[in-house]
């Protein structure tokens, strides 16, 4: 495909015309490198026909001692062209010169042994060329002249100047910046061209043509635009990219932009890199040094001297690679294309990059360079001797630090590392820099590095501070190795009590640590709020380390709910007052206050907390970013707004996806809640999916996954295995003594299950221990909860007041959601009225707002009549009966917790399975209504 190229065409077709008239004339065809010349020749060769004859010779680098090598293609050309016998007859009378065309053996030599063409012999092959052309006007094509044999350029040299007569148009293809094109004898051909035409690039919308050329459709904008940008316009670079993209079968489309703008096809490279091998020494020394520096920015006098070029020979060299389209701008030393530096590098030996980039080190630093530029370039060094390298490493190391990006920082760090001048302290120092960096996004290499990097500190305070630089994990129990850790060096510093300044704050961090070590085990937390208890109502929050151990404390009263919430809540207030907005918070247990305010339904106004960083396409991202957005959708969650949490906690889930299960813990409880308040099917089994490929131990985990598992099995009909799960999962909960009713509130669901299945007894009794639970710990969310669950199952006055107690108590309480289903079982059990109706239009306005569809079309439904239900003909008896078959229980298993026979069984199931006009249990489980679970939850 030849796009944009009419006007080339169209200045050879009005040369053969003036040919045809008489005027012969020399056309050059120049431009950088994959500009289309060859592409351009093959077009105008098609212009053979009755009025034009063609000759076309193609030079080549191989082909250079083959004397008149493309004198020979020329007239082989011809003759192939038009092998008439007028033709064969023209060659045969010009016999010397026919022969010298046919044989090696009849070529002149001179006393050196090269081709000597004598005036007389030159004459012949113009004659000969005059002859062959004297019935028709001649279009000769050479292709890469600059290439072609030494004779074949004398006997060009020699016609152009003898042009007159010939009925002749030469069109010479000369690729810009080819050492080849310096020779004398070929400038002696350029310069006589009366007309040089250059192609340009191609323009957009050539792209979207070539674009859909390749591609079978066409491409969008954003792809086409991608295209143009990466390629310049260049027909060579934009082919190779496409037919990259081809193979790796993308599409044109907005979303494969940018796997564009990344490629680095491998063809365009090694054809890149035999153009710079067939470079002089300086041309291929200057690309090298652009390679090795240019990405950085180099500046031109440090490209000159890592070169090794003076300014005269600098400019000459940098104006080649111009004139061969690999720089951005001809005067500017910045390849156009990664690939071009790919090409160059691959035509570098490693001894070759070594010495460059550890001079390019050098030089930088000298020059008082950015620390990471002269760090990039150590990192390309095997081994430097230079004394600043580690002082160098470590300072880039910071820099990426503060930048956001810890990879970087620890691939500087490890670097270093491999300086065997390193020894004791100083290799200690430089183990826990590493470790800080690490702890980010990779916390067993952090453990591993803090475990070496001990021994070599000198003082136990030293090495209790290393050991903190090991980053909790919330709601996770720390490894046993690194809990083990925690309590040597503790030993070691010995107890806060007897220490003073920075090491008292070291010790209470410790404790703080070892505590939360502990927060699975009953023993250890009844310890934890005995010390909270020891601190006082108002305990000292003036230092970090007293806020972290507050931090953990107050997570003890939280979970065993030994603490009322409003205490809890105020305590959690007064450690965020003090504790500055930072991103180091995520590096330590302040995060749990996060977790004890959802508990207390205490995330009203909370505005301390960092906003969740953004980052740009090639920044690394951190187990501080997830950490962030985990907080942010159960603050969300905890309001009512699960719609809204979903994209935060799916974002933490994704950012923490890579460290499991250290930081995609608090994201995975974050997103359970979502998922089980948007009663999202293809959520929890995708969650439970990824569980399976990642097991852990840790509780909080584990009750989330349980809950996930209860509503696949409710969703199923399984609500017997439903009903085990959440039983399983409290008595999980009971056993390490978390008692909390906020966070994992399994009991109203499982009492919901068993009403469902029948069995009242047990769900009246699982909701009177709700409401004690919820009563002492007296956060109103819970209470509303529990109230609500308790009027669903009564009837009558007793039921409606409990649903108002509800209404009541969760006005008070940052969950609207909560609020909004308690109005909506109000509104239905008061069955019409203005009340009734007032209560559905404030259900609806709380449910919009925190983005619950659900809930506001069963609010809407309300306001009319009510559709009549299924199972509303079936007796009390067959509703039992329909409902623990729902639940999976078999006939005789039903007929024995009712107390009555199989057969009385079948035959309440005969008679409910008439009246709801199904076929059997499989219809069953299908329009059996859920009875409000999702109300109950």
């Given at each position: 495909?030849?796009?944009?190229?009419?006007?080339?065409?169209?200045?050879?077709?009005?040369?053969?015309?003036?040919?045809?008239?008489?005027?012969?004339?020399l056309?050059?065809?120049?431009?950088p490198l994959?500009?289309?010349?060859t592409?351009?020749?093959?077009?105008?060769?098609?212009?053979?026909?009755?009025?034009?004859?063609?000759?076309?010779?193609?030079?080549?680098?191989?082909?250079?001692?083959?004397?008149?090598?493309?004198?020979?293609?020329?007239?082989?050309?011809?003759?192939?062209?038009?092998p008439?016998?007028?033709?064969?007859?023209?060659?045969?009378?010009?016999?010397?010169?026919?022969?010298?065309?046919?044989?090696?053996?009849a070529?002149?030599?001179?006393?050196?042994?090269?081709?000597?063409?004598?005036?007389?012999?030159?004459?012949?092959?113009?004659?000969?060329?005059?002859?062959?052309?004297?019935?028709?006007?001649?279009?000769?094509?050479?292709?890469?002249?600059?290439?072609?044999?030494a004779?074949?350029?004398?006997?060009?040299?020699?016609?152009?100047?003898?042009?007159?007569?010939?009925?002749?148009?030469?069109?010479?293809?000369?690729?810009?910046?080819?050492?080849?094109?310096?020779?004398?004898?070929?400038?002696?051909?350029?310069?006589?061209?009366?007309?040089?035409l250059?192609?340009a690039p191609?323009?957009?919308g050539?792209?979207?043509e070539?674009?859909?050329?390749?591609?079978?459709?066409?491409?969008?904008?954003?792809?086409?635009?991608?295209?143009?940008?990466?390629?310049?316009?260049?027909?060579?670079?934009?082919?190779?990219?496409?037919?990259?993209?081809?193979?790796?079968?993308?599409?044109?489309?907005?979303?494969?932009?940018?796997?564009?703008?990344?490629?680095?096809?491998?063809?365009l490279?090694?054809?890149?890199?035999?153009?710079m091998r067939?470079q002089?020494?300086?041309?291929?020394?200057?690309?090298?040094?652009?390679?090795?520096?240019?990405?950085?920015?180099?500046?031109?006098?440090?490209?000159?001297?890592?070169?090794?070029?003076?300014?005269i020979?600098?400019?000459?060299?940098?104006?080649?690679?111009?004139?061969?389209?690999?720089?951005?701008?001809?005067?500017?030393?910045?390849?156009?294309?990664?690939?071009?530096?790919?090409?160059?590098?691959?035509s570098?030996?490693v001894?070759?990059?070594?010495?460059?980039?550890?001079?390019?080190?050098?030089?930088?630093?000298?020059?008082?360079?950015?620390?990471?530029?002269?760090?990039?370039?150590?990192?390309?060094?095997?081994?430097?001797?230079?004394?600043?390298?580690v002082?160098?490493?470590?300072?880039?190391?910071?820099?990426?630090?503060?930048?956001?990006?810890?990879?970087?920082?620890?691939?500087?760090l490890?670097?270093?590392?491999?300086?065997?001048?390193?020894?004791?302290e100083?290799?200690?120092?430089?183990?826990?820099?590493?470790?800080?960096?690490?702890?980010?996004?990779?916390?067993?290499?952090?453990?591993?590095?803090?475990?070496?990097?001990?021994?070599?500190?000198?003082?136990?305070?030293?090495?209790?501070?290393?050991?903190?630089?090991?980053?909790?994990?919330?709601?996770?129990?720390?490894p046993p190795?690194?809990?083990?850790?925690?309590?040597?060096v503790?030993?070691?510093?010995?107890?806060?009590?007897?220490?003073?300044?920075?090491?008292?704050?070291?010790?209470?961090?410790?404790?703080?640590?070892?505590?939360?070590?502990?927060?699975?085990?009953?023993?250890?937390?009844?310890?934890?709020?005995?010390?909270?208890?020891?601190?006082?109502?108002a305990p000292?929050?003036?230092?970090?380390?007293?806020?972290?151990?507050?931090?953990?404390?107050?997570?003890?009263?939280?979970?065993?709910?030994?603490?009322?919430?409003?205490?809890?809540?105020?305590?959690?207030?007064?450690?965020?007052?003090?504790?500055?907005?930072?991103?180091?918070?995520?590096?330590?247990?302040?995060?749990?206050?996060?977790v004890?305010?959802?508990?207390?339904?205490?995330?009203?106004?909370?505005?301390s907390?960092?906003?969740?960083?953004?980052?740009?396409?090639?920044?690394?991202?951190?187990?501080?970013?997830?950490?962030?957005?985990?907080?942010?959708?159960?603050?969300?969650?905890?309001?009512?707004?699960?719609?809204?949490?979903?994209?935060?906690?799916?974002?933490?889930?994704?950012?923490?996806?890579?460290?499991?299960?250290?930081?995609?813990?608090l994201?995975t409880?974050?997103?359970?809640?979502?998922?089980?308040?948007?009663?999202?099917?293809?959520?929890?089994?995708?969650?439970?999916?990824?569980?399976?490929?990642?097991?852990?131990?840790?509780?909080a985990?584990?009750?989330s996954?349980?809950?996930?598992?209860?509503?696949?099995?409710?969703?199923?009909?399984?609500?017997?295995?439903?009903?085990d799960?959440?039983?399983?999962?409290g008595?999980?909960?009971?056993?390490?003594?978390?008692?909390?009713?906020?966070l994992?509130?399994?009991?109203?669901?499982?009492?919901?299950?068993?009403?469902r299945?029948?069995?009242?007894?047990?769900?009246?009794?699982?909701?009177?221990?709700?409401?004690?639970?919820?009563?002492?710990?007296?956060?109103?969310?819970?209470?509303?909860?529990?109230?609500?669950?308790k009027?669903?199952?009564h009837?009558g006055?007793?039921?409606?007041?409990?649903?108002?107690?509800?209404?009541?108590?969760?006005?008070?309480?940052?969950?609207?959601l909560?609020?909004?289903?308690?109005?909506?079982?109000?509104?239905?059990?008061?069955?019409?009225?203005?009340?009734?109706?007032?209560?559905?239009?404030?259900?609806?306005?709380?449910?919009?707002?925190?983005?619950a569809?659900?809930?506001?079309?069963?609010?809407?439904?309300?306001?009319?009549?009510?559709?009549p239900?299924?199972?509303?003909?079936?007796?009390?008896?067959?509703r039992?009966?329909v409902?623990?078959?729902?639940?999976?229980?078999?006939?005789?298993?039903?007929a024995?917790?009712?107390?009555?026979?199989?057969?009385?069984?079948e035959?309440?199931?005969?008679?409910?399975?008439?009246?709801?006009d199904?076929s059997?249990?499989?219809?069953l489980?299908?329009?059996?209504?859920?009875?409000?679970s999702?109300?109950?939850?």
């Amino acid at each position: 495909m030849l796009l944009e190229r009419d006007a080339e065409v169209a200045q050879v077709r009005e040369a053969l015309s003036a040919a045809a008239a008489g005027t012969s004339s020399l056309l050059l065809l120049t431009g950088p490198l994959g500009i289309g010349r060859t592409a351009l020749l093959q077009r105008l060769s098609l212009l053979a026909g009755e009025d034009v004859r063609v000759l076309r010779a193609n030079a080549a680098p191989m082909e250079q001692d083959f004397a008149l090598g493309v004198v020979r293609q020329l007239f082989d050309s011809l003759l192939t062209g038009d092998p008439s016998e007028t033709c064969e007859r023209r060659l045969r009378e010009h016999g010397a010169s026919a022969r010298m065309l046919l044989t090696d053996d009849a070529l002149p030599l001179d006393e050196h042994g090269f081709v000597a063409l004598s005036e007389p012999v030159l004459n012949g092959l113009r004659s000969l060329l005059a002859d062959v052309g004297a019935d028709k006007p001649l279009l000769i094509l050479v292709d890469d002249l600059q290439w072609a044999d030494a004779p074949s350029l004398r006997w060009l040299a020699y016609l152009v100047k003898r042009l007159h007569g010939l009925r002749a148009v030469l069109v010479c293809a000369l690729r810009d910046g080819d050492p080849g094109g310096r020779q004398v004898t070929l400038r002696e051909i350029t310069d006589s061209a009366q007309r040089v035409l250059r192609p340009a690039p191609l323009s957009p919308g050539a792209v979207g043509e070539m674009v859909l050329g390749q591609f079978g459709e066409p491409g969008d904008e954003e792809f086409a635009r991608a295209c143009h940008e990466i390629s310049a316009g260049n027909p060579l670079f934009l082919r190779s990219v496409l037919a990259a993209l081809a193979v790796e079968s993308h599409r044109p489309t907005a979303g494969h932009a940018e796997a564009a703008r990344r490629q680095r096809p491998s063809q365009l490279r090694e054809r890149l890199a035999r153009c710079m091998r067939t470079q002089p020494p300086p041309v291929r020394d200057l690309a090298a040094a652009i390679a090795t520096l240019g990405d950085q920015g180099g500046e031109p006098e440090l490209i000159s001297l890592l070169a090794g070029l003076d300014p005269i020979g600098f400019g000459a060299a940098l104006r080649t690679l111009g004139q061969l389209g690999l720089l951005t701008a001809e005067r500017e030393p910045r390849f156009r294309h990664r690939v071009v530096q790919d090409a160059v590098e691959s035509s570098m030996t490693v001894a070759e990059r070594e010495r460059l980039h550890d001079t390019a080190a050098a030089l930088l630093y000298r020059n008082g360079s950015p620390a990471e530029s002269v760090a990039a370039q150590l990192m390309a060094v095997t081994a430097s001797q230079h004394p600043w390298a580690v002082e160098v490493l470590r300072t880039a190391a910071d820099t990426a630090l503060r930048r956001g990006a810890p990879d970087a920082a620890t691939r500087y760090l490890r670097r270093a590392l491999l300086d065997a001048t390193l020894s004791g302290e100083s290799r200690g120092r430089l183990l826990i820099d590493l470790a800080t960096a690490e702890r980010g996004f990779d916390p067993a290499a952090c453990e591993r590095h803090i475990s070496q990097a001990i021994p070599l500190l000198p003082t136990p305070r030293h090495r209790a501070a290393a050991a903190l630089r090991i980053s909790p994990t919330v709601v996770g129990v720390p490894p046993p190795a690194v809990v083990d850790l925690f309590h040597q060096v503790a030993e070691d510093l010995g107890p806060a009590s007897a220490l003073e300044g920075s090491a008292r704050d070291v010790a209470l961090r410790l404790e703080a640590r070892l505590r939360y070590a502990e927060y699975e085990d009953p023993a250890g937390l009844a310890a934890s709020v005995e010390r909270l208890s020891a601190l006082g109502d108002a305990p000292p929050l003036g230092s970090t380390a007293e806020r972290e151990l507050a931090a953990v404390l107050l997570d003890a009263a939280m979970l065993t709910t030994r603490r009322s919430a409003a205490e809890v809540a105020r305590l959690a207030g007064s450690v965020l007052e003090r504790e500055p907005a930072t991103a180091d918070r995520s590096h330590s247990p302040l995060p749990l206050v996060a977790v004890a305010l959802v508990a207390a339904d205490s995330v009203r106004g909370i505005n301390s907390w960092p906003a969740p960083e953004q980052h740009s396409p090639g920044q690394d991202v951190t187990t501080v970013d997830a950490l962030v957005h985990a907080e942010q959708a159960l603050m969300l969650v905890a309001r009512g707004r699960a719609a809204r949490a979903r994209e935060p906690a799916e974002r933490a889930m994704r950012l923490a996806g890579a460290h499991w299960p250290e930081a995609g813990m608090l994201a995975t409880v974050a997103l359970t809640g979502v998922a089980l308040e948007l009663d999202d099917p293809e959520l929890v089994e995708g969650l439970l999916d990824d569980a399976g490929r990642r097991r852990s131990a840790n509780l909080a985990l584990t009750a989330s996954l349980q809950l996930l598992k209860a509503s696949q099995d409710e969703r199923h009909g399984r609500w017997a295995s439903a009903l085990d799960t959440l039983l399983a999962c409290g008595r999980q909960l009971e056993a390490a003594g978390w008692r909390n009713p906020v966070l994992f509130r399994w009991r109203p669901w499982a009492a919901a299950l068993q009403h469902r299945i029948g069995d009242s007894r047990a769900a009246l009794a699982l909701a009177e221990e709700e409401h004690a639970r919820a009563e002492a710990w007296g956060a109103p969310v819970a209470l509303g909860r529990a109230l609500r669950l308790k009027g669903r199952l009564h009837d009558g006055a007793r039921g409606t007041n409990l649903l108002r107690e509800s209404a009541d108590v969760l006005r008070a309480s940052a969950n609207e959601l909560e609020l909004a289903r308690s109005l909506v079982l109000l509104a239905r059990r008061m069955d019409g009225g203005a009340e009734a109706a007032a209560l559905l239009r404030e259900a609806k306005a709380l449910a919009a707002a925190c983005g619950a569809p659900w809930l506001v079309e069963r609010a809407e439904q309300g306001r009319g009549t009510p559709a009549p239900r299924p199972e509303a003909a079936l007796t009390r008896t067959e509703r039992t009966v329909v409902s623990l078959a729902g639940g999976g229980l078999t006939n005789q298993e039903i007929a024995d917790r009712l107390g009555v026979t199989s057969r009385a069984v079948e035959k309440h199931l005969t008679h409910a399975y008439r009246k709801l006009d199904i076929s059997g249990r499989r219809q069953l489980m299908e329009i059996l209504p859920r009875l409000d679970s999702e109300i109950l939850r």
